[in-house]
């Protein structure tokens, strides 16, 4: 039942523009939602499977955005010292690919210097870095434009077998990229968290002296799931950036980490389905009472209804209705595997 539920809320969300008529307002909180969905998923890797808060975590998505946006658009910027660096645009694929790997090697960098120290120490550290970067996107103006932004950032286009280009113009198009997008950093999350890397960073969660002992390493494998979740963050950036063709600062803003975090906790960290349930419900909220309240009621309500989801059910929403239905929700308790050579 658990591997039906994914599957039925796939097919639901491939038929949903047939039933809204492809109606552009409601395609567009979509695929906002969506991108910001696959941002929590990113986040949930770490927060919900061992334990690490990243309040940092937009600047991946960020850094995403920006290379993607630049690696198509190019650039010709002075380095000093007479060294300019010119670069010619290229595809918007090849930036959402290079946008991947550069927020993925961001993430390796933030672990390697952070995840010698827990807690406090990373989340500071996480912050620091997103503050920075985005300071460098405000004030390196010959490169970002700063305030005045990147303009003009080209669609993705895609080739496709025996149907030469695609340009993705469209909402409905972009609408079917983040999800097919979002349903790839799903399936990919499901097969990390299903398997032995799993076990290990839900061991870490979990009993961390515990995991040590069995010949866990901590540092190696919190790192590795930095590298993935930044990566899938910076692809997310990259769709962001070039459905909306136009990227500032305003990007790196603090407002959006505490929304993906909301989607994660709300909707069950740990789990699969937690930050996709989460993310819908808090991403399409707001949209669903933009017409009938003022914007001050609006986040009230918002408020209250997280308050709510979360006084009813402390674990998030799935694995609460997971409890109410007598369910377990996936992926199931740790199990640490016993290196036997600890065990002789």
């Known amino acids: 039942m658990n591997r039906l539920l994914p599957l039925a809320l796939l097919a639901g969300l491939v038929a949903l523009p047939l039933g809204l008529g492809a109606n552009p307002y409601l395609l567009n909180a979509l695929i906002v939602t969506g991108i910001l969905t696959i941002g929590a998923m990113s986040l949930n890797l770490l927060l919900g499977f061992t334990g690490q808060l990243s309040l940092g975590h937009i600047a991946f998505f960020g850094i995403g955005a920006y290379v993607s946006a630049l690696t198509s658009l190019g650039f010709d910027v002075d380095l000093g010292f007479g060294i300019r660096a010119v670069h010619e645009p290229w595809p918007a694929a090849v930036g959402l690919l290079l946008a991947t790997v550069a927020a993925g090697g961001c993430g390796y960098l933030i672990g390697r210097l952070s995840f010698r120290v827990r807690g406090a120490y990373f989340v500071i550290v996480t912050i620091s870095f997103a503050e920075v970067v985005r300071l460098v996107a405000l004030n390196w103006v010959e490169l970002t434009q700063g305030p005045l932004a990147l303009t003009n950032i080209p669609a993705i286009t895609l080739g496709l077998p025996g149907l030469g280009m695609w340009t993705l113009k469209t909402k409905l198009q972009n609408y079917y990229l983040v999800l097919a997008m979002g349903t790839l950093c799903y399936g990919a999350i499901a097969r990390l968290v299903g398997g032995r890397f799993g076990r290990a960073m839900r ?7 515990l995991a040590l002992s069995v010949g866990i390493n901590a540092t190696r494998t919190l790192t590795v799931a930095a590298v993935i979740s930044a990566a899938m963050a910076g692809a997310a950036g990259s769709l962001y950036a070039h459905y909306l063709r136009i990227i500032d600062p305003d990007v790196f803003l603090f407002a959006t980490t505490v929304s993906m975090v909301i989607m994660v906790v709300a909707g069950g960290k740990g789990t699969l389905m937690g930050p996709v349930v989460g993310g819908l419900i808090f991403g399409l909220l707001p949209v669903a009472l933009r017409p009938v309240m003022a914007p001050e009621a609006q986040w009230i309500v918002y408020g209250l209804v997280l308050i709510v989801i979360l006084f009813v059910m402390p674990r998030g929403i ?13 992926p199931a308790a740790p ?9 002789r």
């Open 203 to 209: 061991g870490l969660k979990e009993n961390e002296p």
């Open 318 to 330: 799935v694995p609460g209705l997971a409890a109410l239905l007598g369910r377990r929700p996936a």
């Open 335 to 343: 199990v640490l595997e016993v290196n036997p050579a600890v065990q």
